[in-house]
């Protein structure tokens, strides 16, 4: 059992309690005698996730060692990424995959020189989107990423909503990688479950908003515009995002790891443009902990639930794996 100064479960700090198996948190003064306590300073509390990287740009070690516990890969080569989330490797995050982007044929990210071979799959029919999501689930993905993108050739919508059934059918989320007018209309009307990106391009208009918000997760990149800068791609994407929360849109944090100059670790600016957009650090605990999986997440000095230096003390929280032994 793991004794804390104290334990943020279920949405609020615990005190005086120990966390046991299967999570359960027991009152001190109800351990028998005798029972191994393993004692931290600080503040314990569910494993941190980034639900937006991509391992083949990062060094996942790193991304560890900056204290987020488990990450989803949203597209990269499905052999590679497989083997690297079966490896029993305590010094990697634990690892969720979507598998290859599908994609229109020459469509994004086909065009882009970052995306290996082999991490995307065209889609050429209704057929073939039942087809390839049936492989990327046979290749371990527990996700399906998609792409609709202005920039370039787009699904059309019976496509589109063939990947979705197809999906749903074998109860895999799909995420929709959405820029441009008129893509995250596609990607809500089609059922999808989650977007990749909070949408930067423009502001959506109000009926679009409710609509996502009754049925989709965004995840949330706000710091790939600008990396720090003020830009009015992250104006925009921070007013959408607190629209979409208003309305009672569900988030998860998500930083698109691999994109641009982002800190391989959790992500002060990307707390503190979710706070811009209106959620409160309870609220941002809650895009970001998995208390279902382990491992757990530690704040050696404490959790401060400040809103000025909420996000500077999260920075500081390590993945609590074996090797830390702060007290013995």
């Given at each position: 059992?793991?004794?804390?100064?104290?334990?943020?479960?279920?949405?609020?700090?615990?005190?005086?309690?120990?966390?046991?198996?299967?999570?359960?948190?027991?009152?001190?003064?109800?351990?028998?005698?005798?029972?191994?306590?393993?004692?931290?300073?600080?503040?314990?509390?569910?494993?941190?996730?980034?639900?937006?990287?991509?391992?083949?740009?990062?060094?996942?070690?790193?991304?560890?060692?900056?204290?987020?516990?488990?990450?989803?890969?949203?597209?990269?080569?499905?052999?590679?990424?497989?083997?690297?989330?079966?490896?029993?490797?305590?010094?990697?995050?634990?690892?969720?995959?979507?598998?290859?982007?599908?994609?229109?044929?020459?469509?994004?990210?086909?065009?882009?020189?970052?995306?290996?071979?082999?991490?995307?799959?065209?889609?050429?029919?209704?057929?073939?989107?039942?087809?390839?999501?049936?492989?990327?689930?046979?290749?371990?993905?527990?996700?399906?990423?998609?792409?609709?993108?202005?920039?370039?050739?787009?699904?059309?919508?019976?496509?589109?909503?063939?990947?979705?059934?197809?999906?749903?059918?074998?109860?895999?989320?799909?995420?929709?990688?959405?820029?441009?007018?008129?893509?995250?209309?596609?990607?809500?009307?089609?059922?999808?479950?989650?977007?990749?990106?909070?949408?930067?391009?423009?502001?959506?208009?109000?009926?679009?908003?409710?609509?996502?918000?009754?049925?989709?997760?965004?995840?949330?990149?706000?710091?790939?515009?600008?990396?720090?800068?003020?830009?009015?791609?992250?104006?925009?994407?921070?007013?959408?995002?607190?629209r979409f929360r208003e309305n009672g849109g569900a988030v998860r944090y998500g930083t698109d790891l691999g994109n641009g100059d982002l800190p391989p670790?959790?992500?002060?600016?990307?707390?503190?443009?979710?706070?811009?957009?209106?959620?409160?650090?309870?609220?941002?605990?809650?895009?970001?902990?998995?208390?279902?999986?382990?491992?757990?997440?530690?704040?050696?000095?404490?959790?401060?639930?400040?809103?000025?230096?909420?996000?500077?003390?999260?920075?500081?929280?390590?993945?609590?794996?074996?090797?830390?032994?702060?007290?013995?």
């Amino acid at each position: 059992m793991i004794v804390a100064d104290s334990v943020w479960w279920g949405g609020r700090i615990h005190t005086g309690v120990a966390l046991g198996a299967e999570n359960k948190l027991t009152p001190l003064a109800e351990i028998p005698a005798g029972t191994t306590l393993r004692r931290v300073p600080g503040t314990v509390l569910p494993g941190l996730c980034d639900a937006h990287v991509h391992s083949a740009l990062v060094d996942l070690a790193t991304v560890r060692a900056g204290g987020i516990a488990s990450v989803w890969d949203l597209g990269g080569v499905p052999a590679r990424v497989r083997a690297l989330s079966e490896r029993a490797d305590p010094g990697l995050p634990r690892i969720r995959y979507a598998g290859p982007f599908l994609i229109p044929p020459g469509g994004y990210p086909s065009d882009r020189a970052w995306a290996s071979a082999g991490s995307w799959r065209e889609i050429h029919s209704a057929t073939d989107a039942a087809e390839a999501v049936g492989e990327a689930h046979g290749q371990g993905a527990t996700l399906i990423k998609v792409t609709a993108h202005t920039g370039g050739p787009l699904l059309p919508a019976a496509t589109l909503s063939a990947l979705v059934t197809a999906a749903h059918a074998r109860d895999l989320p799909v995420v929709v990688h959405a820029e441009g007018p008129g893509t995250v209309g596609a990607a809500c009307d089609a059922g999808a479950d989650l977007l990749a990106h909070t949408p930067w391009t423009e502001p959506l208009d109000d009926g679009l908003i409710r609509a996502c918000a009754a049925r989709m997760t965004w995840i949330s990149t706000l710091d790939i515009h600008g990396w720090g800068r003020a830009t009015p791609e992250r104006d925009t994407a921070i007013a959408n995002l607190r629209r979409f929360r208003e309305n009672g849109g569900a988030v998860r944090y998500g930083t698109d790891l691999g994109n641009g100059d982002l800190p391989p670790a959790i992500n002060p600016r990307e707390l503190r443009a979710l706070q811009e957009a209106g959620l409160t650090p309870a609220d941002i605990l809650a895009t970001m902990t998995e208390p279902e999986h382990p491992p757990l997440s530690w704040i050696p000095g404490g959790l401060d639930l400040e809103p000025a230096t909420f996000a500077d003390i999260l920075a500081t929280a390590r993945v609590l794996g074996p090797e830390v032994r702060p007290c013995g």
